[in-house]
């Protein structure tokens, strides 16, 4: 197999997840990934088992959400010969092949409640039966577990079993967003933008010091893996011109979709709120005591903010967008509004916000 991935980032956040997953490595216990798409869950996973007493052992890697449930079952399990429509020969599973080593459960939260039976009884006891199969066979894997949903809401709404998810859980790793670690942006980009002129057998000029600055304006919903994407993208097209001017951001790399030919049922226009209804705001009545025009001012620019972000799910980039703004100016107002949620929860660790 391919060697683990060297972790890029020296950001608080991403530094102590790091720690996080090294300190837990050693012990034999099951450790949660959390993360929005993206972020290194993956990366952790094979972290912790290369850190981990069973390095040298097997270690595999199951998406639970690419296969139904009979598929997943046979796959992380094992079928007998006959099993199921098509089960011609037994077939050895991926518990099976792990044994000795780590198995790593990415998007957990898609197992159906057959397959998250069968984990709680492997992951307690060791113990599972080929789909099909009388015997209780045994193995020795640790389990690591990724997604992206919040499995105590899942367990709340009956979607995920309590057990499985106190199974799990010895210790949740939660990663950090690229957007609250800033300082990284730069470093990834780098990391990845040299990499790709490597490939093509060129030197590396570096990104300008606007290009990074526009890299770390914006959101990165995709985080990491789209970092990567649009750090290739940049460096590949810049080198294509030359291979010694530092290289400049093209807000088109961001987004390889955009056309004016792309198909009109893709694209996700947000609706705007009638100008008339929503976003007016009447002054108020004239009397002896007067108008403040400033605190008014700021009723109504909060008032906006508050629309396009709600429009929006809370996407500063595309709220920006939506007021015609840029993402900058949307950003100037949220500070001077103290409407700058990031800004907020770090203030409430008593962390500085990095300077952007
Ligand atoms: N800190 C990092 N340093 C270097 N590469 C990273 C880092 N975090 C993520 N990556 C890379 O970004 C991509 C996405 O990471 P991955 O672990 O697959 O994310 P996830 O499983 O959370 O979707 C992969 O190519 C991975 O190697
Ligand atoms: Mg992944």
């Known amino acids: 197999m391919s060697d683990p ?26 450790v949660l990934i959390i993360g929005e798409r993206g972020t290194g869950k993956e990366l952790v996973g094979e972290r912790l088992h290369f850190l981990s007493r069973r390095w040298n052992g097997p270690f595999i890697k199951v ?12 796959e992380l399990f094992g079928h007998e010969q006959g099993a199921f429509t098509g089960a011609t020969k037994r077939r050895i599973g991926r518990f099976e092949q792990a044994d000795g080593g780590t198995i790593f459960l990415d998007e957990i939260a898609t197992a159906t409640q057959r397959v998250q039976e069968k984990l709680l009884r492997v992951i307690e006891y060791g113990e ?16 690591s577990a990724a997604t992206n949903i919040d499995l105590p809401t899942a367990v709340e709404e009956g979607k995920f079993r ?18 609250y670690r800033l300082e990284d942006i730069s470093l990834l980009a780098d990391h990845f933008g040299s990499r790709m002129a490597r490939e093509l057998g060129v030197g590396f000029p570096g990104f300008s010091a606007s290009a990074i600055l526009a890299l770390e304006a914006h959101d990165w919903p ?11 993208r940049l460096t590949f097209n810049s080198l294509k011109v030359s291979m010694l001017d530092p290289i400049e951001f093209a807000p088109e790399v961001i987004d390889p979709f955009e056309s004016p030919f ?8 947000l609706q705007k709120p009638a100008a008339d209804t929503e976003f007016r705001l009447d002054p108020p009545p004239f009397d002896e005591t007067g108008i403040n025009f ?22 500063q980039g595309k709220a920006a967008e939506f007021l015609g703004l840029t993402y900058h100016q949307f950003r100037g107002l949220l500070r001077k509004h103290d409407l700058d949620s990031k800004k907020k929860r770090e203030g409430d660790v008593g962390q ?4 952007m």
């Not at 690419?66 to 079952?73: F, I, K, S």
């Not at 995709?222 to 290739?232: I, P, Q, T």
């Not at 792309?262 to 226009?269: C, I, L, Q």
């Open 352 to 355: 500085p916000r990095p300077s």
């Open 162 to 179: 309590a057990d499985l998810l106190d199974r799990l859980a010895f210790d949740v790793i939660t990663l950090p967003p690229l957007r």
């Open 5 to 30: 991935v060297t972790p890029i980032g020296e950001s608080p956040e991403w530094l102590e997840a790091l720690e996080q997953a090294s300190s837990i490595a050693e012990l034999d216990r099951s």
């Open 128 to 143: 599972f039966q080929r789909l099909g199969g009388e015997d209780v066979l045994t193995c020795d894997v640790r389990v």
């Open 294 to 315: 400033d605190s008014e001012i700021r009723l109504y620019e909060t008032r906006l903010i508050e629309t396009a972000l709600k429009a929006t799910s809370g996407h």
């Open 222 to 232: 995709g985080n990491v893996r789209e970092l990567k994407n649009v750090a290739e």
């Open 262 to 269: 792309r198909p009109k049922s893709r694209s996700t226009k």
């Open 63 to 74: 998406n639970c959400a690419a296969l139904n449930e009979e598929l997943l079952d046979s």
